[in-house]
Each structure stands twice: as structure tokens, then as C-alpha cells.
């Protein structure tokens, strides 16, 4: 093979890579190298599918043959920092991006890819310094300009300085200028609003990336991916929205809403009845059919009308006995005002934002997701500041509300990446079916300090969670369910939802709602 035909298979290569077929170009790569195994371009962009294919141990073998025959190459550096960060080895990452910059330190692309592993090893005062230099290298790379906003978010959470916050808020106002269609910078600038106070406007754009979210096709294919395979999970998702959509049908709760079509009701109705068959293969379902079962119908938000919190308790007296206790745990009882739990009430039952289903048979709706408006919002910041010395300059980082089955296990052993944790529970006490069971457990142990966030949150987690426990003999409190109860606690404890068996009927699902602050 001349080179002139090699030459020529690269660029015919090159062209089904850049269209995105992937599997045809790598097919020619290693054609070439089989009569030509050191040839730089094949083995550069073999190492390149492997690395799309998040095979980056094997990307590397051919990233560095490459390399060998041409050290000073900006690209193979700057892929091999790429590959060594997805393996979470930062020290060889921000090795080979230095390599890239010290060839072409005019390229932006090292540049923040640099600032990205700083960010992982919270040093944010370098990666500052290098996304600045991304961005006078290139100023329209919007995610330059995201990434910079939530580095200047991590530095508020360390230092509370509200010029931090101040930086942030142009830095996505900057991104959004550069694209409108970015739904992250939305969601940062609704989050650093809400910090500022400004929670009517956090709303606004915590609205606006929903809206921009449900209009991407990549975003909906994801979204799908996500469960689709997986039967549990659409069944759960399914089973809600059908209980849910029936129960608002009845028009129980005065909203009878034309939006959802009899064909939408039909199809979920089908598709809820052949999930029930154990032999039901999955690939059967259509969901081209009921595909627009994430897209949010009614989502009239509760009115928002001063204060929501029961006036009558003593806010001094609560935090000196959450501060006295060990572990920090605080049980506050008729946490909300009796119209504010009332709405809330009727919100969850009617709110179609329930869209996230997970194994133990729950589903969640989420800040960014469905769940903001003014009403939450407000809530959470009259939280913050009732409870003032508990949460000083903590902010909210994340919201959501958990409706379960009636009977199920709940949400498995884990911690969470936040201060304060607030905790309640909506559903009427008579719909409890064991009022000695049904809330939180708590166990009186963080994390050891070498943990991930992986390590203590996902799922999978939970074994290895229930070891360290079991061995250390660790204490745990276990709060029992209550109609408008609240939990507040570090959220950094192991806790898990408690065992627990409701009324089985739409209306009286145990509804769980969350708050963090860090």
C-alpha cells in the first residue's frame, strides 16, 4: 500500500468519522495499520473511536504510538489528557494538557480542559486563571463562560463572598448571550438568582431551561434512553401517569384539563395494562406512541401569599435543640401553615412534573425539571431564614419531591453532597397504614473523607454502606411518619426512607419533599 492509497483511505475515513459513522471509519483505521502499524493519523484517530466508545485504557495504547512519532503534537496531547481524566487519573491529565499548551497556548481547548481537572481538585483559583485564558483565546466557546460562572459558585460556597456570586451571574448571562439554547446556563443563573435573593427571577430561568429541554430531541431521546430498556422503570413511570392522569380525570381536585387527549389516555391506559404481564417483552411497546409522556400537561403552581410557615412554633428554642443533639437531627412538627400544606397537597396530587421513575417503585420531579415556581422557592428561603442559625449563609442547591407506591422500600442507605438537609412529609397521617414506620432512619455517621460522591450516593452503593455501619456498630434514630413533619439534619449522616405500607390508592401516596442547603 503506497502512501497516495493510504492518504486516500484516510480521507475517505475521515469524512464517515466526521459524519458520524464511526464504526466504517474505524474499519479503514485499522486497515491501515495493519500494513502500516506505525502510521500516526490511524493510529491517532483509532484512538479517537476508542475514546468516543469510553474505551479509554485501549485509547491510550494507540494514542501514545501515535505520540511517539510526533511528540510535538498539539492534538495527541491534548486526547491523551482527555482519556487520562476520564479514568480519573488528574495528575497525568493535567500533565499532557500542560504538553498541549506549552505547543500552542493560543488554543483554548487545553486550556479548559485544564481548568476542568483544577475544578475536580478544587483548586478554582488556577482554573480561573486558565478559563480566563480559553476565553481570550476564544471568547465566543460558551461553555468556557458556564464553566467559569460555576467555578465562581464554588468559591461562594467556601467563602461566602457575594462578589463571587456577582461574577457568576455575567459569566452565564455571557454564555446565554453566545447561545441561547444552553439549558445549563440557565439552570446556573436560576441557582445563582436564587442565592442573590432574586427568586422570582431564579424562576424564571429555572422555566426557561425546562422549556428549552422539552424542545431538544437529544435532550427527549435521552431522556428515554435513560429507562427504556429497562421494564421496572417504565412501569413506573407508566403506572404513575396513568394512576395520576386518572385521578385527575375524576375531576376531584377541579382541574379538569383538555390537554390530555383521549388518545394520550388510550395509549397509556394499553401500555399500563401489557406491563402488568410478566412475560411481556418490552420491545413490544411503542414509545414513539406515549413519548410525549415527558412533556409536563398541568402544572398550576400553589399561590404564593406570605408567609407559609406555622407562626406558633419557637424557632430559638428548635435550633438550640438541633444544635445540642447528636447527631444533628431536628424534628419540627406542623412545620407549614394549614392553607400552605393544603396547597401543597392538592399540587402533588394534580402537578404532572413526576417524570423521573427509580427502581424501588417512586417517582421524583426535580428543581430544574418541572418542579420550580414561586411558591417552592419562597418556601425554601423562608426555611433558610427561620432557621437562621442552623443554615447562616447555607444556600439552596437542589429540590424535590418523591411520591411513593404504597408499599415498597423507599430510597436506599446514602448521603448526600450537602450542609443541612430538610425533610417532609405531606400525605395525611390515616393514609399511613403503621404509624410506627413509614419516615427516615438516620445513623449517626458521615461518609469517611475519602469517599466519592459515587461512594456514598448511588444506588450500588448501598452494600458497601451497610458493611461499614454493621462493623462500627453505628446508632441510628428513626423518626416515625407524621402529616406535616420536618427533618432536619446533616445531610452528610447515612440515612435511608424508613419501611413503610400506605393506603394503596393515587390520593394517599406517601409524598416526600427535599431540600438541600450547602
Not at 476520564?86 to 481548568?115: P, V
Request: net charge neutral; proline share 2%.
Amino acid at each position: 500500500m503506497n502512501q497516495a492509497t493510504i492518504t486516500n483511505l484516510l480521507n475517505k475515513a475521515l469524512k464517515l468519522h466526521h459524519q458520524g459513522q464511526h464504526d466504517d471509519a474505524d474499519k479503514i483505521y485499522k486497515s491501515i495499520l495493519e500494513i502500516d502499524r506505525d502510521n500516526f493519523d490511524a493510529n491517532h484517530l483509532h484512538g479517537c473511536i476508542l475514546s468516543q466508545k469510553e474505551k479509554h485504557k485501549e485509547a491510550l495504547i494507540y494514542f501514545f504510538k501515535a505520540l511517539k512519532k510526533k511528540q510535538d503534537n498539539y492534538e495527541v496531547n491534548n486526547n491523551i489528557g482527555i482519556a487520562y481524566k476520564n479514568l480519573n487519573n488528574l495528575e497525568r491529565s493535567e500533565k499532557f494538557f500542560l504538553a498541549a499548551i506549552n505547543i500552542d497556548d493560543t488554543n483554548y481547548k487545553a486550556l479548559f480542559n485544564c481548568a476542568n481537572v483544577y475544578i475536580k481538585t478544587k483548586d478554582f483559583n488556577k482554573s480561573i486563571n486558565f478559563l480566563v485564558k480559553s476565553i481570550n483565546c476564544n471568547n465566543n466557546f460558551a461553555e468556557s463562560h458556564q464553566r467559569l460562572g460555576e467555578t465562581y459558585q464554588q468559591k461562594f460556597k467556601l467563602d461566602k463572598n457575594i462578589k463571587h456570586l456577582a461574577s457568576s451571574k455575567l459569566c452565564f448571562e455571557k454564555s446565554l448571550m453566545i447561545d441561547p439554547t444552553y439549558a445549563d446556563s440557565c439552570i446556573s443563573l436560576a441557582i445563582t438568582m436564587l442565592w442573590l435573593g432574586q427568586i422570582d427571577e431564579a424562576d424564571e430561568y429555572f422555566k426557561r431551561a425546562l422549556k428549552l429541554n422539552h424542545s431538544n430531541d437529544d435532550y427527549i431521546s435521552s431522556y428515554f434512553n435513560s429507562f427504556q430498556n429497562d421494564k421496572t422503570l417504565l412501569k413506573t413511570l407508566v403506572k404513575h401517569e396513568f394512576e395520576q392522569i386518572t385521578f385527575i380525570d375524576s375531576d376531584k381536585d377541579g382541574i379538569r384539563n383538555m390537554k390530555f387527549s383521549s388518545d394520550y389516555y388510550t395509549k397509556l391506559k394499553i401500555a399500563y395494562s401489557d406491563l402488568q404481564d410478566p412475560e411481556y417483552n418490552i420491545d413490544r411497546l411503542n414509545l414513539q406512541d406515549i413519548k410525549s409522556i415527558s412533556k409536563i400537561l398541568y402544572n398550576k403552581p400553589p399561590i404564593y401569599s406570605g408567609n407559609k410557615l406555622l407562626g406558633n412554633n419557637n424557632f430559638a428554642d428548635l435550633q438550640s435543640k438541633y444544635f445540642s443533639s447528636n447527631p444533628e437531627i431536628l424534628v419540627v412538627d406542623d412545620l407549614l401553615t394549614k392553607e400552605a400544606l393544603e396547597q401543597l397537597q392538592r399540587f402533588c396530587r394534580s402537578a404532572n412534573i413526576f417524570k423521573y421513575p427509580y427502581h424501588n417503585g417512586y417517582v421524583g420531579a426535580f428543581l430544574s425539571k418541572g418542579l420550580s415556581n414561586k411558591f417552592i422557592l419562597h418556601l425554601t428561603d423562608q426555611i433558610r431564614q427561620s432557621f437562621g442559625e442552623i443554615f447562616n449563609n447555607l444556600r439552596l442547591t437542589q429540590a424535590w419531591i418523591f411520591k411513593y407506591d404504597s408499599k415498597s422500600k423507599g430510597i436506599n442507605i446514602h448521603a448526600d453532597q450537602a450542609a443541612v438537609n430538610v425533610n417532609f412529609w405531606i400525605t395525611q397521617s390515616e393514609a399511613n397504614l403503621n404509624s410506627q414506620n413509614g419516615g427516615l432512619t438516620v445513623w449517626n455517621r458521615v461518609p469517611p473523607k475519602d469517599w466519592s460522591f459515587e461512594d456514598y450516593n448511588y444506588v450500588d452503593s448501598s452494600p458497601k454502606i451497610e458493611k461499614i455501619l454493621k462493623d462500627n456498630d453505628v446508632p441510628k434514630v428513626n423518626i416515625e411518619y407524621k402529616e406535616n413533619r420536618a427533618v432536619i439534619f446533616n445531610s452528610k449522616l447515612f440515612h435511608a426512607t424508613d419501611n413503610y405500607e400506605f393506603k394503596d390508592n393515587y390520593a394517599d401516596k406517601r409524598v416526600n419533599i427535599t431540600f438541600l442547603y450547602e
